[in-house]
């Protein structure tokens, strides 16, 4: 992907990458985007959920979301997607950092209609969230879809920016009597807490135990 | 706070709240923001870390950053913290949902500019991120704090968003053969990993130990 104005890595752009394959594999670490867009001179951002497939991004909600009803009309849109992998402790002040992945992508929605390719996209982003489910749970009904909106989003363009490493230190200071280092961060799974109405002879499914 | 148009509550008004004290205690919980803003027509989304000191957010980074160049123009800003707290897995897709704590805040920033404010705004960020490294470490030169942009976005307006507990299902769905439940997830610190030119008499501070 060449970049244009908007996805040219401006600030350490060493850090940086337009590569699909990087894009895409941050992408898949991740569920949770943020959104943003503007109406009425207003800009806003919202957390939701996604799937991928390609190049689109799959969004869904409630029919009602001011966030679906706007971004369907094809308002230009910005997905960004961070994983944070630890905090960067550098000997000053100044060079402490994170280590992070990030991707901004850049492109417009389009509402899906059909029923059928509703629920295909609605399964992409339930596996993209916890692989193994889908098969496991009741499908969406009629009224269920209905209630539904999935948009598709389209990435135009998109920059992926990646942090990882020790901090980096002005040379002088590294004789400073100072811890450095890095602090590593994971969002972890913890054991899965049943539903109080769960019948005691259904076992726990593999996709929630805990990953070795 | 009282809701105005850009803050009312659409979807589920129920898990939301206009209070300060669910603002700031999530503001608070967090140490990423998503920052959206609009340039020459297009929605931009950034991620940032960032401090709070009542209802105010500071931001920093390069004096050179698109972002940090654009926001101290005055431009309206929406600044998004989210807290993952777990996937919820109901009996039926429909009814699959997130627990979560999330935090849309609007307003607009200013440049700080004297290097004491500036200074002491960074300690802000600092400690929010990390509490008890600040005095520990090489504090700013004036070519460091000349090199940063340090930003006040002052909250006008905020909406919390909150989901907890296990998953709703249709009544009729309690009887399907399903596990339900919640998958916790938490962001975690793993064990701290020295800078390679660490000194080995070099003691590992309070603050990056595990929490019990």
Chains 1, 2 share one sequence.
Not at 14 to 29: C, K, P, V
Not at 81 to 96: I, N
Not at 189 to 208: E, G, H
Request: net charge neutral; glycine share 8%.
């Amino acid at each position: 992907m060449n970049p244009t104005k908007r996805t040219k890595l401006g600030r350490l752009p060493n850090r940086g990458s337009h590569e699909f394959e990087t894009i895409h594999a941050i992408l898949d670490a991740a569920f949770l985007a943020h959104v943003g867009f503007q109406m009425e001179s207003q800009p806003f951002v919202i957390p939701t959920l996604y799937g991928r497939d390609e190049g689109k991004l799959y969004l869904h909600g409630s029919a009602a979301s001011r966030m679906l009803r706007g971004l369907e009309t094809g308002l230009p849109a910005c997905v960004c997607v961070t994983v944070v992998d630890g905090l960067v402790l550098a000997r000053s002040a100044f060079h402490h950092s994170m280590n992070y992945r990030s991707v901004v992508a850049f492109g417009t929605a389009r509402k899906i209609e059909g029923a059928e390719e509703k629920t295909r996209a609605l399964r992409v982003i339930s596996e993209h969230l916890i692989a193994g489910r889908w098969s496991d749970v009741r499908g969406p009904s009629d009224k269920e879809l209905k209630a539904t909106s999935v948009l598709e989003f389209s990435i135009e363009e998109a920059s992926a920016k990646i942090r990882t490493g020790p901090p980096v230190d002005d040379e002088e200071d590294y004789s400073l009597p100072v811890w450095a280092g890095v602090l590593p961060l994971r969002l972890e799974a913890k054991a899965p807490v049943p539903d109080p109405r769960l019948a005691a002879s259904i076992k726990l499914p593999p996709y929630v135990l805990p990953k070795e």
